[in-house]
């Protein structure tokens, strides 16, 4: 029963709290994130180590005078529910509801929109200089997991605050995790620093030593920060944070309310740039996710009772990949495999089982994955890639660079792309089309089923050119005759009236629509085809299978017989392939009507995959419409 956290309503009621009143705080903190993520789905693990980390932070600080900036933000429960969200907590990552990141529209407390790693530093660096110029008090805190230090931007970030020497206050949060476990001469360092029982004593003593001196007044603090340094640095190596300006305090327990607000509150006195190291446990408080850790990081509804996850009998994309991929590493074993800190969510988990000489988790740098990638193809490899294609943005010079300027034989496999549930904008895959399509030297493909997939990924091992595959998060559909059909570059397959319904034999006006789609839309579009001849629309179904390089002599074969066309596209319009095959048409056959349904020009928020299409009039009923208004002019 909820006796605390329903009375906060920001972070003033916090402070108010008797200190034996923190840990029942906690306790229930822990209840609210499981019972909900338990309904919605959600980051689960992340969260629930971060309470006290979070009920620390807002009771030393000043929120919103003092600025916390999240890294992704995936661990910003406990922070929505001391921040006066806790009446609509149970909304979370529902359509219409409060987000799963941090939001600037929610509440003044949530600096900046994230969801993407290791851009705390960058933002809250920015934020502080530019406070100082404008004159604007109050401390500016970024919140990174060691996790997210292995991307570059982190430490390019932290190199320049040691550089400008701002007091910035950077809390790294070590868990020893990302998604999954972390990987890397970083992740080691830090561990080292954590464990060595002889730092941990050494710290232990100085400190007690130091704890026993009088604190007169703010300039004797600083120098009591400084004498500790210099303590430590007579007797234990400087560390990485230290050699880049920061002063360093730590490793701390992170489940210790009281050492931390005691360390937050010395530490925000301080005028220079400072890194507070604190060891927390992932999933801490709830056993199924401290005991597994990677599945309890992103997952969808499951029994609050014993961790139970809902299994689901129908394959997805990403399983297809999965099987595909490792059918084709036993007959080849040039294939390499490469992922960005998403071994289980890109289905590689697998992979790196079987061939763990062959798998290569780069942690959270997905540019250095794709630079890498054309170094191993240099050597003669086969490298696939799998990569998020909302994450997969962040790497679109090195894929231009380093890719296919040299023309480097690999696969890069999008995971994601289209509408993704419950994330929100920061995750949506919707621009990669657009992204990619004009890259010289790359072609893109897009199954629509799981045996197509498994003929793509085949094909695409043999390519001696960078393929680029996309397909959704969401099942298979039913499998057709026509997705066995062989690959021919730049050509789709057509789905006849008579395969999509029986009842299509009955329609007169036969032979007049066409739809056109993409992979991952394929199966909204089948609904439409179906409804549409259930309303007398004979209506067959071209699946593009490629995006990048289009036969144009072909395509315009095929619509040539058709008098609508209608494109469906699980991309933004903006720069689509729908836009270049509507002008092939219109300069060809200027008397057809065509039309595109396609992803507006704007950020998409969260909800489910239907949702989501609904929303943007980019689902089963809203393709049947456009089509009938075809018809109509």
Request: glycine residues 8%.
């Amino acid at each position: 029963m909820i006796t605390i956290l329903s009375d906060i309503h920001n972070p003033e009621d916090l402070k108010n709290l008797d200190n034996k009143d923190l840990p029942l705080l906690a306790k229930e903190i822990r209840k609210k994130i499981i019972d909900v993520v338990g309904k919605n789905g959600g980051h689960l693990a992340s969260n629930l180590g971060v309470v006290e980390l979070t009920i620390a932070l807002h009771r030393s600080f000043d929120s919103p005078k003092d600025a916390f900036v999240w890294d992704v933000s995936h661990q910003c429960y406990a922070h929505k529910l001391l921040t006066g969200r806790y009446q609509v907590f149970d909304t979370l990552r529902k359509k219409g509801g409060i987000a799963g990141f941090t939001k600037k529209s929610e509440s003044v407390h949530d600096f900046f929109d994230a969801g993407h790693s290791s851009t705390s530093v960058s933002s809250a660096l920015g934020l502080l200089t530019g406070r100082s110029i404008i004159n604007c008090d109050g401390k500016v805190i970024a919140i990174i997991g060691d996790g997210a230090l292995t991307g570059g931007m982190a430490m390019e970030a932290l190199s320049h605050a040691g550089q400008i020497s701002k007091d910035l206050i950077v809390v790294l949060n070590d868990n020893q995790m990302s998604i999954g476990e972390n990987t890397g001469s970083l992740s080691r360092y830090l561990s080292r620093l954590t464990m060595t029982s002889t730092y941990q004593s050494f710290r232990y003593n100085i400190d007690r030593f130091v704890n026993k001196l009088p604190i007169i007044n703010k300039g004797f603090t600083k120098f009591i920060f400084r004498f500790k340094r210099a303590l430590k640095a007579l007797f234990y190596s400087n560390n990485f944070f230290v050699e880049l300006g920061f002063e360093y305090v730590g490793p701390l327990n992170g489940h210790s309310i009281e050492e931390l607000e005691k360390t937050f509150k010395t530490v925000k006195k301080l005028n220079r740039p400072v890194v507070v190291h604190v060891v927390t446990k992932k999933g801490r408080g709830y056993s199924p996710a401290e005991s597994d850790p990677a599945t309890f990081h992103g997952i969808g509804p499951f029994c609050t009772s014993d961790g139970t996850v809902e299994k689901f009998d129908n394959l997805s994309f990403t399983e297809a990949f999965s099987s595909s991929l490792l059918e084709l590493a036993e007959k080849n074993r040039n294939i390499v495999a490469i992922t960005a800190a998403m071994a289980k969510g890109t289905g590689l988990a697998s992979f790196a089982r079987k061939f763990p000489k062959r798998f290569f988790d780069v942690g959270i740098a997905e540019q250095h994955a794709v630079t890498f990638a054309g170094g191993l193809s240099a050597s003669g490899l086969i490298p696939v890639v799998a990569i998020y294609s909302t994450f997969m943005q962040r790497a679109v010079d090195q894929l231009i660079h380093d890719i296919a300027l040299p023309q480097a034989p690999s696969v890069f496999v999008l995971d994601r792309a289209g509408a993704v549930p419950d994330d929100g904008e920061t995750h949506q895959g919707i621009f990669d089309i657009a992204l990619f399509r004009s890259i010289p030297n790359t072609i893109m493909i897009a199954p629509a089923s799981a045996i197509e997939l498994k003929l793509c990924l085949q094909w695409a091992v043999k390519r001696n050119f960078p393929v680029i595959m996309r397909y959704p998060k969401s099942a298979c559909p039913s499998e057709l005759e026509e997705f066995s059909f062989p690959i021919e570059e730049g050509r789709g397959i057509i789905i006849s009236a008579d395969s999509i319904s029986i009842e299509a034999g009955n329609v007169k006006n036969s032979n007049s629509l066409l739809l056109v789609c993409t992979g991952g839309i394929y199966p909204e579009t089948l609904t439409a085809a179906r409804n549409l001849i259930l309303q007398g629309f004979s209506s067959d179904i071209y699946n593009l299978r490629f995006i990048k390089p289009i036969d144009k002599d072909y395509f315009l074969k095929v619509v040539s017989d058709y008098s609508h066309i209608v494109f469906v596209e699980d991309g933004i319009e903006n720069g689509g392939i729908s836009q270049q095959l509507k002008l092939y048409i219109k300069d060809e056959f200027p008397e057809k009507k065509v039309a595109i349904c396609a992803f507006p020009d704007k950020f998409l928020a969260q909800g489910k995959r239907n949702e989501i299409l609904e929303e943007v009039g980019v689902c089963p009923e809203a393709i049947a419409n456009l089509a009938k208004e075809l018809f109509s002019e």
